[in-house]
């Protein structure tokens, strides 16, 4: 996608993050009407690319410009030189914080406050399959110093979760009736607590554990 040549200065690596702030203040600041514009379009192409349309094909996109603060979401965007040697926008990635509920197989619930989420994802179709998605996603990695199965990821797309597999060997999950996907490899480092031995008022002992016969 065309990027407005008031914003080829910004583009002086192939990957820019952005926030809500940082889309207010300088420099980004000075250019917030062009920089909405390019983030709504390409969030819009993202919707397309996911089926995410509403009536009439009008795009329901998860990623748009105002909207970025609610999920205390970064968006990390890659440019690629264009035919004409300046940058053309690539492919977007947004990730955000959001409470969940997860089940596992066996019906137990966990609750996960604050979990970082892979929200929206997406290589412009001209440059799929060329390892532009892997370096995207690779540098999201090194920014946030979290391994793939930390996050949870918003309704993947055959696209996304043959990516995962892939690149990092993401397979085994429990589907969720929110459609977020956490690999069960999240839990292997996070087991759930054993049932504690006083789960029940009956069983509780009227001492503190390991109190008694303790010798003074
Ligand atoms: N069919 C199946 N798997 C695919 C496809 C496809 N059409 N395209 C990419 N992949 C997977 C495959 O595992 C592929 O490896 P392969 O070519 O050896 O089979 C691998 O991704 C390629 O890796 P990259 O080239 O690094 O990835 P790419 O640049 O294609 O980016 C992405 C991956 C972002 C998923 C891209 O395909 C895309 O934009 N798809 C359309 C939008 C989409 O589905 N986004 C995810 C939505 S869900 C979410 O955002 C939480």
């Not at 995962?164 to 490899?185: M, S, W």
């Not at 759930?192 to 554990?209: E, F, G, I, K």
């Amino acid at each position: 996608m065309e990027l407005p040549e008031k914003v080829h200065a910004l583009f002086t690596q192939p990957i820019v993050l952005l926030n809500q702030a940082a889309l207010s203040r300088p420099p980004w600041g000075h250019y917030s009407r062009e920089a909405a514009a390019f983030i709504n379009e390409m969030g819009n192409n993202s919707a397309r690319a996911q089926g995410l349309v509403g009536a009439g094909g009008r795009p329901n996109p998860i990623t748009q410009a105002h909207t970025l603060g609610e999920t205390n979401a970064r968006l990390f965007l890659l440019a690629q030189p264009g035919p004409t040697g300046t940058p053309v926008l690539v492919g977007l990635l947004k990730i955000g914080t959001k409470q969940l509920f997860h089940w596992d197989a066996n019906g137990r619930m966990r609750e996960l406050q604050n979990q970082v989420c892979v929200l929206d994802f997406y290589v412009h179709e001209d440059y799929q399959r060329g390892g532009f998605g892997k370096l995207l996603f690779h540098a999201m990695l090194g920014h946030e110093g979290i391994a793939p199965e930390r996050f949870a990821y918003d309704r993947p797309s055959p696209k996304l979760l043959g990516f995962l597999r892939k690149h990092y060997g993401l397979a085994d999950f429990v589907p969720q009736q929110n459609k977020f996907v956490i690999f069960e490899k999240f839990f292997v480092e996070r087991p759930l607590a054993p049932p504690s031995p006083y789960d029940s008022v009956m069983n509780r002992p009227l001492t503190a554990r390991g109190a008694q016969g303790r010798r003074r």
